[in-house]
């Protein structure tokens, strides 16, 4: 399959679209066409393991690279999970179930699509041919570098960097994102929220004079984040998986409508799982969560998103999100795939801060998806409410997400469409605010966060997680938001003039 560009309309392979990551223009890339699956193949996957699911959601899209290739990275992507069944769909509640995806070896959603997007990555820059080195570049909120790192550190001709909000880190996943070894790997924080994190990295990335720069080097810059569609697609497999799992469990019938909810502040999960609805998945509403960064909630009430809002730091730090990179791909679909249109808009947003729809875009996007928002206040009580009743813990992020749905339901109690909630993170990686939401109980260190965690629930602390308490940080950098304090950094990394030393405590 063939992909296009949001903004320029060009047209590229699969494998240059995974390479080139983003489009002429700054643009993202999307499949050309997105192919049906029907009634016979979902029955198929009802009795395929995840990985097979994946390879067979894969090969529609990026069947060039091969039936043994894409067999080998779908089974590779799940070595370091935990338990036998790597994704599992937990029933909660008549009609409620949770889709785990957060089992990887760094504790979260990213490593599903993250340790896909590795490898085609390399294969792809193998078969076209290109020599040079590369560096993989992403803003954070946490959890994306991490596993972005762990794929690619030990790789001799990958540089690795990631830039973090200063503030915008649980201190677990500060402290999961800091000690991340590898000699050539660079994590820095950045003294502003993450969309300014995003919108550095994103303009280094489209930099002339940076690629110029990196180019006398021989190296070549990528993005590391969502904008890349090998990040994208794998993600449309948690839909079909999660449906299979219902069916083939008898919780409901194939061609029952069921309803998504899954927090991503970039709103890839919901782009995803819409691209999941127009190859034929049986998928009635999309839910989108908010938290208190609610400015993208009005291109879905609204028809407009404003960037002047204010921004607010809060207990989901992955959802303070004020421009989701994905709003891009959505506009590219609602005004008919017009690339003319889409860049326009996109250079509007640059302009002004204002990205705007038409009322007859807005009203197609709301047919799809139900938007909302909840308080703090909220995300306590539907987290309390969760583990009081079913014994089940959530992570904050989630938590979100599924007080977004407790308020679709109360205002639509005869509703009995099944509800399948995306938990994206391990609990452990934001102990002190998973503690606080279902108990109250408000502790400063991290390390007892896990230990009363630990007690309060019985659930057991992953290793990734308990094994940071003996590993001081790498990484102390924290840069003013300016994109050529960036740059400089970046040129002092891959040139070797920033090496730091793991210690051990005492």
């Not at 969560?289 to 607010?312: I, Q, V």
């Not at 421009?323 to 947003?349: C, D, H, I, K």
């Not at 002190?432 to 659930?459: E, F, H, P, W």
């Not at 990484?475 to 960036?486: Q, S, T």
Request: overall charge negative.
């Amino acid at each position: 399959m063939q992909f296009i560009g949001t903004r320029s309309g060009e047209r590229v392979s699969a494998p240059e679209a995974v390479y080139n990551g983003l489009s002429a223009g700054g643009g993202l890339y999307v499949p050309v066409s997105f192919p049906l699956v029907g009634k016979a193949e979902r029955e198929k996957m009802e009795d395929m393991s995840y990985a097979e699911r994946a390879k067979y959601i894969l090969s529609l899209y990026f069947g060039e690279f091969g039936d043994e290739f894409l067999t080998s990275v779908s089974e590779s992507a799940l070595k370091g999970f935990e338990g036998k069944d790597e994704v599992p769909l937990v029933k909660i509640d008549d009609g409620r179930y949770v889709l785990e995806l957060f089992r990887g070896q760094t504790c979260s959603v990213k490593d599903l699509s993250v340790n896909i997007f590795a490898p085609l990555f390399k294969e792809a820059k193998k078969r076209l041919n290109k020599t040079e080195k590369t560096l993989i570049l992403a803003a954070t909120s946490g959890n994306t570098g991490v596993s972005l790192i762990d794929n690619f550190k030990d790789d001799e001709d990958v540089y690795v960097a990631a830039f973090y909000p200063e503030e915008g880190l649980s201190k677990m996943q500060r402290l999961n994102l800091t000690v991340m070894s590898g000699e050539r790997v660079y994590v820095a924080g950045v003294s502003d929220n993450f969309d300014v994190c995003q919108h550095l990295a994103h303009r280094i990335l489209c930099s002339e004079k940076f690629g110029g720069e990196l180019k006398k080097r021989a190296i070549y810059a990528a993005g590391g984040n969502s904008s890349n569609v090998a990040r994208l697609i794998p993600e449309i497999v948690w839909y079909f998986s999660a449906y299979a799992d219902l069916c083939s469990s008898g919780q409901i019938e194939d061609g029952e409508e069921v309803d998504f909810s899954v927090a991503s502040g970039n709103l890839n999960a919901a782009v995803a799982g819409w691209y999941a609805k127009k190859m034929g998945l049986p998928v009635r509403k999309l839910f989108v969560p908010f938290n208190r960064n609610k400015a993208a909630l009005d291109l879905f009430t609204k028809g407009a998103l404003n960037e002047d809002k204010s921004f607010r730091r809060t207990m989901a730090k992955g959802l303070d999100v004020v421009v989701p990179l994905n709003a891009e791909r959505l506009v590219f679909e609602l005004s008919g795939r017009n690339a003319a249109s889409t860049a326009e808009r996109m250079r509007q947003l640059d302009d002004t801060g204002v990205l705007s729809l038409t009322e007859s875009e807005r009203a197609a996007l709301v047919q799809d998806f139900y938007a909302e928002y909840a308080s703090e206040d909220e995300l306590l009580e539907t987290s309390y409410s969760i583990f009081e009743e079913y014994g089940y813990v959530t992570d904050v992020e989630t938590g979100v997400a599924a007080a977004v749905t407790d308020k679709y339901r109360a205002e639509n109690e005869d509703d009995e469409t099944p509800l399948v909630l995306a938990a994206t993170v391990n609990p452990f990686k934001c102990p002190q605010d998973v503690l606080y939401c279902i108990s109250g109980n408000d502790v400063k260190d991290s390390y007892k966060g896990v230990k009363r965690l630990n007690l309060l629930t019985a659930m057991k602390p992953p290793k990734f997680v308990t094994e940071l308490r003996y590993i001081e940080p790498r990484f102390k950098d924290v840069l003013p938001a300016e994109g050529k304090r960036l740059t400089a950094a970046l040129l002092d990394f891959v040139d070797g003039n920033f090496v730091p030393e793991t210690k051990k405590k005492r």
